[in-house]
Structure formats: structure tokens, C-alpha cells
């Protein structure tokens, strides 16, 4: 069956259903089979689930990352860190700099909209030493790519501008680096620490990645405020013609302040449900992984798809709500993609599900169905004799 299995996935005989897999071997059995695929994205059902497996598979592969999904109804309401962001855009730089990475999310991180990731990866800036760097311009460009503007560089996502000296941090290092420039001239790049502000190494070049999923240049703020203006109009209209003036004052209220934040910041901080009204094109997480050299696992398809029904559910029937007492516009109610789609796009990728139990169902047609005879390994329960024992056994047969 595994040889099977290896053959199928090398001729994209897929998607393959695998049932019989325990818990403590899909991990192993995802290391083994995705050997070949620099880069593999495993999806789970839930939060909790998604970081039992990414603790698992850490044993098998340093380089996984874990990506969260965000709460597209509350996140722009709650006070949140960009602890969120920080953590995706660390797998986001990854798959730009094309290095093999292994992601483990949940169903439901699949499911909101990102530009595509030759639309970030076009919006980053190095920095190398000797080139030509105009302050004034790079400063509103890296407002547009999501840093903040500070008197000081203390945390990731910020930038600070002293004189000459440019001091940013980006969201995913380990520190901050300080570009001096002599003119408009870079003189020299060096990274420091946040705190003492001491210098620790110099380099020759630096790579500055988005510090946000949404880059907002004037362009694309200038064409999304004004396609949003035309749909508060139209939907103020109606909650007046149906007699419901409080909902369309809230409305009014919200578009205006929602104008004020961008016109001020020029960020793309709080848009995360209003994407459309910005971007022509948007994608899946998925999207991100239809290359050939990608292998996407799915763990309990079922339950996955179960999940992804769920969120799409509780979404549209939250913004059914909120749209009729003026909370939200009209193109905010279809920003998420729905389970039926994300299954679909798996369908035709390469792809894997694994199932604990036999004739679980899978939410898309599969090319063929194998069933693995696994078992586990008794625990030592922390009894040293039993290790003793074994390690003296397995030595003596051979084993060092």
C-alpha cells in the first residue's frame, strides 16, 4: 500500500484517501510520503488540533510553521497584537524566499482572501549597501506595506526615520536593522538590539517584507473608498426606504470613520473584511500551494469539511444580522470562501486525506483508498527497568 500510495503521488493519481491512521503516525507517515514535495500544507479541524500536530511534526522537520486563522467577524472590532499577522507573514516570507517549508493551519484559515503572493512578493524592498535611497519616498511606501511610523523602532512592524538614519524592524526577525546613509547614499547596514539600541552585526544587503497581508497604495486606497461610498449610498437608501433610519445613520457613521482612519494612516490595518472593495484578485491560502512541487494533507477529511461548512454557516448568518442593523456593508458578507469551494481546489490539487476510522467520508472525489494495519508502541509510563531492558536488547541484536 505505501508504494502504492508514492506511486500515485508521483503521477498525480490524486486526491488519495488513506484510512487506518492513528494520531501518533500521521506525522511520521506525512514526513515519509511528502519527502519529495518541498512544500507540504496540512489542514485540521480545529485550533487545538492544528498545534498538537505542528508539535508532532517538528520531530520529523524543523521547518514547519504553524498559521493561524483570524476571526474575520470579530478581528477588526477586538483589540488585538499583530501577533496574528506576525505569524503568518512568517510563513508568507518563507514561501517567497522559496525556501521548503511545512505549514499546519486549520480549515477555516483557508477561507478568507489574500492577494496573491507574486502581488507581495513584487512590494518588497532590499536594501543593499552603495544603493540610492530617497527617506521621503520609502517612508509613505512602507506606511502602504503595513510598518508604523515611530520616534523610536521598539517592536516589530515599525520604522523610525532620525536624520539620515532609517531604523526598521521587520515582522518576522529576531531584530531590528539600522541603515545609515551618507546623502542619499547607503553607507552602511547593521542590525541592533531594540533595547540597548547596541549594534550586533553588519551586513551588506536587507530584505524588507510587507508588515501586512493588504498593501495600500493611493491607487488601490482612492478606488476602494470610492467603490465603497457608492455602496453605503445604495444600502442607506434602502434601510431609509424600509423605514429603519437608525441603522442607516450607524452606517453613514461607520463608512465616515472608516474614511478618516485611511486617509490618516494610509495603512491597510482594519480592512480585512472589506478586501473586495480594494482588489480585483484575491486568493486562498490554498492558492498558495498549487504548485507541482506541493502536497497538501488533509487530516480527518470529514471533519474538515464538517468545520469548513460550520464557518461558512456561522458567517453568513452573522453578517445576515448585522447587515440589516447597518454594521456592515453589502460586499463584506462574501469574503469568505466556503467549504464547498476550498474542497473543490483541494480536488484538484495534490492531495492526501488521512482518516483514524474506515469509510469516513471525504468531501471530494478520490482516485483511490487504502487502508494501513498500524499499531502503537506500549509507553514506558516512566519505568526505567522496561528502557533498560529494551536498550540492553537492542544492542545486542545490532543496534547502536
Known sequence: EYDQIVSDLAGQRTPIHIDGCIDSQKCHLISSIGEPYPFKLIVTYNEIKAKEIYEDYRFFDRNVYYYPAKDIIFYNADIHSNLIVSQRMAV?????????????????????????????????????????????????????????????????????????????????????YRVELWGDEIDSIRSFDAESQRSIEQVDEVTIDPAAEYIMSVSVRDRGLKLIDQD?????????????????????????????????????????????????????????????????????????????????????????????????????????????????????????????????????TVSGTFNLTVRSVSPYNNSFELLVKDLQRWKKDGYR
Open 92 to 176: 508568507i516570507r518563507r514561501m517567497m524566499d522559496g525556501c521548503p517549508v511545512t505549514v499546519v493551519t486549520t480549515i477555516d484559515g483557508l477561507s478568507d482572501r489574500l492577494l496573491p503572493l507574486e502581488e507581495l512578493q513584487k512590494n518588497r524592498c532590499v536594501f543593499k549597501v552603495g544603493d540610492i535611497l530617497p527617506l521621503e519616498a520609502l517612508s509613505r511606501k512602507l506606511t502602504a506595506l503595513g510598518f508604523e511610523r515611530v520616534s523610536q523602532v521598539e517592536g516589530p512592524g515599525q520604522f523610525a526615520v532620525r536624520g539620515g538614519i532609517l531604523d526598521i524592524y521587520n515582522l518576522a526577525d529576531e531584530c531590528p
Open 232 to 364: 453605503m449610498k445604495q444600502q442607506v437608501q434602502r434601510l431609509k426606504d424600509a423605514g429603519n433610519y437608525e441603522a442607516a445613520a450607524r452606517l453613514k457613521q461607520a463608512v465616515a470613520e472608516l474614511k478618516d482612519n485611511l486617509e490618516l494612516s494610509s495603512a491597510a490595518s482594519g480592512i480585512d473584511s472589506l478586501v473586495q472593495y480594494f482588489y480585483d484578485h484575491t486568493v486562498s491560502f490554498l492558492d498558495y500551494f498549487t504548485e507541482k512541487d506541493s502536497l497538501i494533507i488533509l487530516d480527518e477529511p470529514a471533519r474538515v469539511a464538517e468545520k469548513g461548512e460550520a464557518v461558512t454557516a456561522e458567517y453568513r448568518e452573522s453578517m445576515m444580522g448585522r447587515l440589516e442593523k447597518g454594521y456592515v456593508l453589502n460586499g463584506q458578507t462574501g469574503i469568505l470562501f466556503s467549504g464547498q469551494e476550498i474542497a473543490a481546489r483541494i480536488s484538484r490539487e495534490n492531495a492526501i486525506g488521512l482518516c483514524t476510522l474506515e469509510n469516513a467520508k471525504a468531501p471530494f
